[in-house]
């Protein structure tokens, strides 16, 4: 390939005519990632689609074509809607502690005074993140457990007995319990991420407010708040995005129960396609979380492209 | 850097201001124990029989014995262990070449319809794999993947190929060329160009990203489940909910089994805290 044509400063190689065999032969540079991301990634979304208006039935294996009927048995389907709670309520309280409270977090950190030690407390608060929901999962469920659970002895302890539970065996507080897991889990790493923002943040733009009288809150509030505002807003999505398509944890501690009061859609998706061997219906609730995922993503999208006009 | 503390240094230390310090260590250091206690729980636990684990919680274990440690990992932690070390090297290594191989192509060749090529590689990092999976169990399943190492494999590297794609390719075009242009005079191929020079001057992108896939391999949950069924080629978070269910009444070897799969990967960011740092600012920030 040594006579293809130099680039340019913008990425954007400079067309030559005349050799166009070059230019198509550059596509095996992409043939491997076009391919796989197109048949594995891409393909299988389309045919959900496709899945998603048949019936299949188990004994004979014949497929019939139903067309949206899977879809209006989503509109009557009481589990669908308790999902579909259960999954918004994920996204307003990770919007609470994995945004906000990791926002005021970071500011804490990083204004310490020495490098080693916000280090240290990023590192320390981000331990939980690095390990697999599947063990901290388990650890929640025996830490929830009435007989050996570390919460109840804990209450115990404290004198608070009247608040002891059977965290996960309880229809009400079976789906706190796993959204607090998933707190105590994640928001290491979005503080993480603030503290990374708040770092790009320029040092004389705050001594300028102290200069100006601006207290600590001041200056969170001023300065620190509406220079990371991007990061803000993108975490929002990224967390309302995560959390309609919270499967692990529910799966590991309740698997949906008790009575199905703490499914989510990506779980009542399994336990459909998967257990009941409805794949046609799990593909509509498959839909669903598409549908929402799709929504939150174009919310990023136009998000990132007008931040980088603003710039 | 001086955001909240600052009162400390700045202006002179007042009573209020070291108030003010001592609230704030004792609320990390209290947050610090939320994390970190549950762990060290997880840790003391497999320490433990059952008698132990059923008496007062919060004891320390009466004798320091591995016997758990290593009946978990006879009774298949390690097989486990092995399958989830497989599918995540090789995942990983063919995750970044693929994508570091698309960012070359993305950014350093003349290429047609290349605004098609970034959007649809770029566009997989929207799509979710969970809508992905009925679909994807009937095609594993029909072209004789399922359960088996290569399923979850190729299912990592196309998936993760959008995310370590964009991160090479906002990496690779932050490099100069003059370098690729020098080169290409002296007569070096396109091949030639990625692998001596490119590739090694994307270096820390590329530790980044495979710590990144490492990250996400070593814990993946879903895909692991519903691609495997046998313990030959179960990982490790599959393998831990299938030993939780055999050994369900022997609460010591549970315990034990969590804790050696979290170690390994808690080891691995510390040692490598400042690649995975880049990666997600890189990721992120962009």
């Known amino acids: ?311 | 850097m001086t955001v909240m503390a600052a009162s400390g240094r700045t202006a002179r230390p007042t009573f209020g201001s070291a108030l003010a310090k001592a609230f704030l260590y004792s609320f990390l250091i209290c947050l610090g124990i939320v994390v970190l206690y549950p762990l060290v729980w997880m840790a003391l636990n497999g320490f433990k029989d059952n008698g132990q684990i059923f008496g007062d919680p919060f004891a320390l274990p009466s004798r320091w014995t591995w016997g758990n440690y290593v009946q978990a990992w006879n009774r298949g932690v390690r097989d486990y262990l092995v399958s989830s070390l497989l599918v995540t090297v090789a995942s990983a290594i063919c995750t970044v070449l693929i994508s570091a191989w698309t960012a070359y192509g993305l950014t350093r060749t003349p290429m047609p319809g290349k605004p098609l090529v970034v959007g649809l590689v770029l566009g997989g990092l929207m799509l979710s794999p969970t809508v992905a999976l009925i679909p994807l169990v009937r095609m594993l399943q029909a072209i004789g993947l399922y359960n088996t190492y290569w399923a979850l494999i190729i299912l990592y590297t196309a998936f993760r190929i959008p995310f370590s794609t964009f991160l090479i390719r906002a990496y690779m075009l932050g490099l100069p060329k003059d370098l690729d242009e020098a080169a290409r005079i002296d007569g070096a191929s396109e091949g030639q160009i990625f692998w001596r020079i490119t590739l090694p001057l994307c270096q820390p992108i590329i530790i980044s990203c495979i710590i990144l896939h490492v990250l996400f391999a070593w814990n993946e949950y879903l895909f692991a489940m519903v691609f495997t069924n046998g313990s030959a080629v179960q990982t490790l978070p599959v393998g831990l909910t299938s030993l939780m269910s055999k050994n369900g009444t022997n609460y010591g070897v549970v315990f034990a089994a969590m804790t050696i799969s979290a170690l390994p990967i808690v080891l691995l960011f510390f040692a490598a805290q400042r690649y995975f740092i880049r990666g997600l600012s890189e990721g992120i920030g962009k």
Do not use: C
């Not at chain 1, 979304?45 to 014949?62: L, Q, Y």
């Not at chain 1, 001594?207 to 300065?223: K, Y």
């Not at chain 1, 396609?273 to 549908?291: E, H, K, L, R």
């Open chain 1, 1 to 311: 390939m040594e006579g293809a044509p130099l680039s340019n400063a913008a990425g954007e190689p400079a067309a030559k005519a005349g050799r166009p065999f070059r230019h198509w032969s550059s596509l095996r540079w992409v043939a491997g990632a076009v391919i796989l991301v197109g048949w594995f990634v891409y393909y299988p979304i389309v045919d959900n689609f496709i899945v998603s208006t048949t019936d299949e039935d188990i004994f004979t294996g014949e497929t019939t074509n139903i067309g949206l009927a899977n879809y209006e048995r989503l509109l009557h389907d009481p589990v669908v809607w308790v999902a579909l709670w259960n999954n918004t309520l994920y996204a307003l309280i990770s919007i609470i502690f994995q945004v906000g409270g990791a926002f005021v977090l970071a500011a804490l950190i990083e204004g310490l005074g020495s490098e080693r030690q916000r280090r240290f407390w990023r590192a320390i608060y981000f331990i939980p993140s690095a390990i697999s929901i599947t063990v901290t999962g388990l650890l929640f469920y025996f830490i929830y457990q009435p007989d050996i659970g570390l919460l109840n002895a804990g209450l115990r302890r404290i004198g608070l007995e009247q608040l002891i539970q059977p965290w996960l065996g309880s229809e009400h507080t079976a789906i706190y319990a796993i959204i607090a897991m998933s707190q105590w889990q994640g928001f290491g790493y979005s503080t993480l991420l603030f503290a990374i923002a708040i770092q790009k943040i320029p040092r004389d733009l705050y001594d300028a407010a102290v200069m100006d009288g601006a207290g600590p809150l001041r200056r969170l509030w001023s300065v620190t708040l509406p220079l990371t505002r991007e990061m803000t807003g993108l975490m929002i999505i990224v967390t309302i995005t995560g959390a309609f398509q919270v499967f692990n944890e529910v799966m590991v501690m309740t698997a949906g129960g008790p009575n199905n009061r703490s499914q989510v859609l990506g779980t009542w998706l399994y336990q459909q396609g998967f257990i009941q061997n409805n794949f046609g219906y799990g593909a509509a609730i498959a839909a669903v979380i598409f549908a929402v995922t799709m929504i939150t993503g174009a919310a990023q999208l136009w998000y990132t492209r007008r931040r980088r006009v603003e710039l």
